[in-house]
């Protein structure tokens, strides 16, 4: 397992992390927490051998692997699965059934497996540097925002794989239930230290808050003595019958270690400006449609009421239209079919990265949050400006210099600047850290007015939202209940089958009696499947040797070889899958 000891590391003369230790446990899943810029990249880069360190030692065991999610993206294969395929251990390097549930699983279809890599948008494009990454079963797993351009049923699948995967992980993630949902454990950059607990994000939130507490009191005891020491010094060190007492004081003062003040750390805490309105419906949606050009229409018939102090968040895989709905009802689009009706006491602000990409480059912060509203003073615009995190000078950097992150921030603080009613976020989180997170959705909670949401966030589903739009089946319909509902009543069509029934029988229905032993059917296929299973694994086994042959697969054909493994792979699995689940009815009658 790699171990970091006394390891520290600056730029450009500030200290980012200082004397940190760390060891990971085998299995070990750990979340990795921390402001944006404290150091939690970096920490990647330095266990990865691409950035050095400045003192300390890290140790890594001999061929250990470790994989790391990449964002640069480097194509060379002209199909799909190929390019995954390059990503698999030696001994596999055919096996596309392997290939393909992991693209499946991250959202790509069969249509997709003979695509050019590069033919797939940005986000996409990240998702298959993910699936190489997953190919190759590294002994540990650094992910760095692996959920940044996951839809919800992705990232439900990816939270599954991970808890599965045997080896030790750590992972970067701005969506606090994805990663509390998979951790063991929680740690932390903090005050340049590192921080580790057992357990999700809270507790470790709440050891560091009790951790801050006892040294404060102790610090302020410790004042209090100091205090008493110096007085006690400066009375008696004159006298010749107390200066001996009084030196004694004078070296107790000087071993006393000196306990500063705590660094405070800077938090984005704001509220949205809230524009009064008598309207119980701020907006009436009825029959809607829209479609890009002569294309399809990517939703349809989509009706309902916006009603004041509601939030509807609009869920679904991504490439759907999601965010072409928020932006339709945003004003970007004209609809092919229905109408909207806003009351006319209706404003909104709206938080987009169509909005994000209007920015003018060439302006400042200030400028830009002074743009939002005429009436505004300068110095409620430096105050939107600090609770943005951009104090002092920051502020008057120009957009032009801003990473996406940052310039989220300026977008968020245009978007406060401006009293509305009705709020339209598309993937605000997105950039954010956790405890800015936290603070955006109390500015919604708090908010009076009312919310239209496009999110992957499980957490934010599950504390803001009241209805749903919901993109799935292969259409857009309107969901009047919270998200536990519709995971309840409906759920993801993808995890239908995973579903297992929860119904128990009425009272007056006699329980059935547990069988006391297998059916001879079963007990024969008990007897049959250890030897098809081994049969099976002797097939694969050879092809892949005919695989890692070229003179055998030129003979046999590249492509029948490849369908014929992947064939055996599923029935292999299906064998397999059969036996255990025998060997489990079996222990449970035994038992």
């Not at 000087?254 to 003040?261: F, L, S």
């Not at 081994?534 to 369908?563: F, H, V």
Request: charge should be negative; hydrophobic fraction near 35%; aromatic fraction near 8%.
């Amino acid at each position: 397992m790699i171990q970091l000891t006394n390891l520290s590391k600056s730029f450009g003369g500030d200290t980012l992390l200082r004397d940190i230790s760390l060891q990971v446990a085998p299995r070990q899943k750990i979340g990795f927490v921390g402001r944006n810029g404290s150091g939690k990249s970096t920490l990647f880069k330095i266990i990865l051998g691409q950035e050095p360190y400045d003192s300390g030692e890290l140790s890594i065991p001999k061929n250990y692997r470790i994989g790391a999610l990449k964002q640069h993206l480097h194509f060379s294969e002209k199909t799909l699965k190929e390019e995954c395929a390059l990503s698999l251990p030696k001994g596999e390097e055919w096996n596309f059934y392997k290939i393909e549930k992991l693209l499946f699983g991250l959202g790509f279809s069969h249509e997709d497996l003979d695509k050019d890599p590069l033919s797939f948008s940005g986000g996409y494009q990240i998702r298959i540097n993910l699936v190489k990454l997953l190919a190759q079963e590294p002994n540990m797993l650094l992910l760095d925002e692996p959920t940044n351009y996951l839809d919800i049923v992705s990232l439900r699948w990816l939270e599954g794989f991970i808890r599965a995967f045997e080896g030790e992980v750590i992972l970067i993630t701005h969506d606090r239930d994805f990663m509390d949902s998979i951790s063991t454990h929680t740690m932390g950059i903090n005050r340049k230290g590192l921080h580790i607990v057992e357990g999700n994000s809270y507790k470790f939130y709440d050891t560091l808050a009790l951790a801050d507490e006892t040294y404060q009191k102790t610090r302020t005891n410790q004042l209090k003595k100091r205090q008493e020491l110096e007085e006690f010094i400066a009375r008696n060190r004159a006298r010749a019958s107390t200066a001996a007492l009084a030196q004694s004081k004078v070296k107790e003062l000087e071993k006393m270690e000196v306990m500063e003040d705590l660094e405070s750390e800077s938090s984005l805490a704001f509220d949205f400006s809230y524009a009064p309105t008598p309207a119980k419906i701020v907006l009436r949606v009825r029959d809607v449609a829209f479609g890009y050009d002569a294309a399809p229409n990517l939703f349809e018939n989509i009706s309902f009421d916006m009603i004041h102090g509601k939030t509807i968040a609009i869920i679904g895989k991504n490439g759907k239209g999601k965010s072409t709905l928020l932006n339709l009802i945003a004003g970007e689009f004209e609809p092919r079919a229905g109408s909207l009706e806003f009351h006319p006491s209706t404003t909104f602000a709206h938080f987009g990265q169509t909005n994000i990409e209007r920015l003018d480059t060439s302006m400042t912060i200030l400028d830009e949050i002074a743009n939002a509203r005429r009436d505004i003073g300068a110095a409620e615009v430096r105050a939107i400006a600090g609770r943005m995190m951009f104090g002092g000078d920051s502020a008057k950097k120009r957009i032009s210099v801003l990473s996406g992150g940052e310039r989220s921030r300026v977008m968020l603080g245009k978007i406060i600047a401006t009293p509305a009613n009705l709020l339209f976020l598309d993937e605000p989180t997105n950039h954010l850290d956790m405890q800015s997170i936290d603070a955006l959705c109390d500015a919604i909670e708090n908010f009076k007015g009312s919310t239209v949401i496009v999110t992957h966030s499980q957490m934010l589903l599950h504390r803001l939202a009241n209805a749903l739009i919901i993109f799935h089946k292969g259409k857009a319909e309107y969901f009047d209940g919270t998200y536990s509902e519709f995971l309840e009543k409906i759920g993801w069509e993808e995890e239908e089958s995973q579903k297992k029934e929860k119904a128990t029988p009425p009272k007056s229905q006699p329980k059935a009696k547990k069988p006391t032993k297998l059916s001879y059917k079963d007990q024969k296929a008990l007897e049959i499947l250890p030897k098809q299973i081994e049969e099976l694994e002797a097939k694969m086994e050879e092809i892949n040797e005919c695989l890692s042959n070229p003179q055998c697969y030129q003979q046999r054909g590249l492509s029948t070889l490849s369908q014929e493994l992947t064939e055996i792979q599923s029935l292999y699995e299906t064998k397999s899958d059969e036996y255990l689940e025998l060997l489990e009815r079996l222990e449970e009658m035994e038992g």
